[in-house]
């Protein structure tokens, strides 16, 4: 007989592993993203200031200083995803991410890059070399793929290397001493080969972006739609940084917001203009998903309307202000998973119309209100989205209210039994975060189960022994939105926007800390 055949656990189990990654990694990236709206806060106050007096010492200062975040990307993704990387996210993680980053910008300069290419200098690697010239010309500051990579090298050495113990002459070095050193040197080598490897990475991440950009409103479209569909993956973050950031050339966010003083490349290519990868989701989370929420309120059970129309009424305030969705999408993304591709099919038909008619506007955070108004004086007829908005609004309620009854989608409040009703609300003078942390954690199976607690903009990330342990109905009872078991060690839980205090609550109790004026629970 022959042998039977080697189980493919291990596949799978690499494939969660892949997946786990990808997933912290996006949630790693909303660090130096958060950065953002002080950078929307300076330049919109600056440019409303320029609208009146044409441009005064104060609007210029405003605007220069949103620079600071803008132009100084590439740092603040290297420091951002060493720290959020880091088992522990320590501070050393964060050195190491700097550090990691300033070695190739050191190492390849356009002049440095042309000696060790064999040039006499810069001008004769650009004489001789235009593109490699070109390549090395954007070792800058604001480079994020190359922050993405130092952070993400930083963060692998620090895992790897801050428990390590070195010999009594050398323990000064040991530990978390010893990461940045570590990290030099493995980006002094990964600097030796991007010397050859980067000028093709750079031509190939520039012809992917010319591409995109070539299809105008088309590539717009495709652009919004997924951005929308990968949601529940948490993939978007990545499929973001090619669009937003200067990763493939296309950089929309910074070309926006300093339009004219913007130092990177100008973009020649018919039909792209600044704003058209962002103008499109204002329709979409100020207008459109507010009306979707009603009309899932509408369909709810008599019973539950009450319930089911506070949590419509909160999570469409905050799309319709912040521009953040997921507390509102999450709601039904699983439940009724075709309404969430209609909505996904819809966001990429208002980004592509935007981006057709050449109404634009830009943010720095999310397409909410905050954004609109702060990027008001950059757009281009932006009454228009409120137009365009105000259709899709109309389009949606009749769309989702249409869907809801025709296919009978298990939507909030639809369900064939009455849902977990929240319970009681915590006592005057408890914290609504620390009740909400202690029965969340409570129902993971608390120390015995519970491995790591992280968040990312509205999610809880959890890491547990066993997710068939958790209590999925007691943590629905807290009033949040959703819960999504990944596999079966990783869950997440959709709070909102307010999730850092319950997950820093939640850590509180994990490590014993005293809390509400208790000594945190372990068990």
């Known amino acids: 007989t022959s042998a039977p055949s080697p189980?493919?656990?291990p596949t799978h189990t690499k494939q969660r592993k892949a997946y786990k990654y990808i997933q912290r990694m996006g949630r790693s990236l909303m660090l130096p993203v958060a950065c953002l709206p002080a950078a929307a806060l300076f330049v919109g106050i600056g440019n409303w200031i320029a609208s009146f007096t044409g441009g005064d010492v104060v609007s210029t200062f405003l605007?220069?200083?949103g620079g600071t975040v803008l132009n100084n990307l590439g740092i603040l993704f290297a420091i951002g995803l060493a720290f959020g990387m880091a088992e522990d996210q320590h501070g050393a993680a964060a050195l190491a991410g700097l550090v990691g980053f300033l070695t190739p910008m050191t190492l390849l300069t356009t002049d440095s890059a042309a000696k060790f290419l064999g040039y006499a200098d810069a001008t004769a690697l650009q004489e001789g070399a235009a593109n490699t010239f070109n390549a090395f010309?954007?070792?800058?500051?604001g480079n994020v793929f190359i922050g993405i990579l130092a952070g993400l090298i930083a963060a692998a050495m620090y895992n790897r290397f801050h428990r390590v113990k070195l010999t009594a002459a050398l323990s000064f070095f040991s530990g978390k001493r010893l990461v940045p050193i570590v990290?030099?040197?493995v980006m002094a080598v990964v600097s030796l080969l991007l010397l050859f490897i980067w000028p093709v990475v750079f031509g190939a991440l520039t012809t992917f972006g010319e591409l995109i950009m070539s299809l105008g409103p088309i590539g717009a479209g495709i652009y919004g739609f997924l951005n929308r569909l990968l949601i529940p993956t948490g993939l978007h973050h990545a499929l973001n940084n090619v669009f937003w950031f200067n990763i493939a050339g296309i950089d929309d966010i910074a070309r926006y917001w300093q339009g004219a003083a913007y130092q990177g490349d100008p973009v020649s290519i018919a039909g792209y203009h600044p704003g058209m990868y962002q103008a499109g989701f204002f329709p979409i989370m100020m207008f459109g998903l507010p009306a979707g929420a009603f009309a899932i309120y509408k369909n709810a059970r008599p019973e539950r309307?009450?319930?089911?129309?506070?949590?419509?009424?909160?999570?469409g305030i905050a799309a319709f202000f912040t521009g953040v969705t997921e507390p509102l999408e999450f709601s039904f993304m699983f439940v009724a998973f075709p309404l969430y591709v209609v909505h996904a099919v819809l966001t990429g038909l208002s980004v592509a119309i935007a981006a057709a008619m050449g109404w634009t506007s830009g943010f720095n955070f999310s397409a909410g209100l905050v954004d609109f108004v702060l990027g008001w004086p950059l757009a281009t007829?932006?009454?228009?989205?409120?137009?365009?908005?105000l259709v899709f609004a109309v389009i949606y309620y009749f769309v989702f209210d249409f869907a809801i009854r025709k296919f009978n989608l298990m939507t909030p409040g639809r369900e064939a039994e009455e849902a977990a009703?929240?319970?009681?609300?915590?006592?005057?003078g408890e914290d609504k975060y620390i009740t909400m942390a202690s029965r969340i954690y409570a129902a993971l199976g608390g120390a015995s189960n519970v491995k790591s607690i992280e968040n990312c903009t509205t999610r809880l990330r959890l890491v547990v022994n066993d997710t068939s342990l958790v209590d999925q109905d007691a943590i629905k009872k807290t009033g949040v939105p959703a819960v999504k078991v990944l596999d079966k060690t990783n869950l997440q839980v959709i709070v909102g926007t307010d999730v850092q205090f319950v997950a820093d609550?939640?850590?509180?109790?994990?490590?014993?800390?005293?809390?509400g004026g208790d000594t945190a629970p372990k068990a």
């Open 7 to 9: 189980p493919d656990r």
């Open 381 to 389: 007829k932006p009454y228009m989205l409120i137009v365009q908005g």
């Open 183 to 185: 990290t030099v040197a």
């Open 421 to 428: 009703v929240a319970d009681e609300a915590p006592a005057a």
């Open 505 to 515: 609550a939640m850590n509180d109790i994990a490590k014993g800390v005293t809390v």
């Open 63 to 65: 605007t220069t200083a």
């Open 305 to 315: 309307k009450k319930a089911i129309g506070s949590l419509m009424l909160a999570a």
């Open 137 to 141: 010309s954007k070792m800058n500051n």
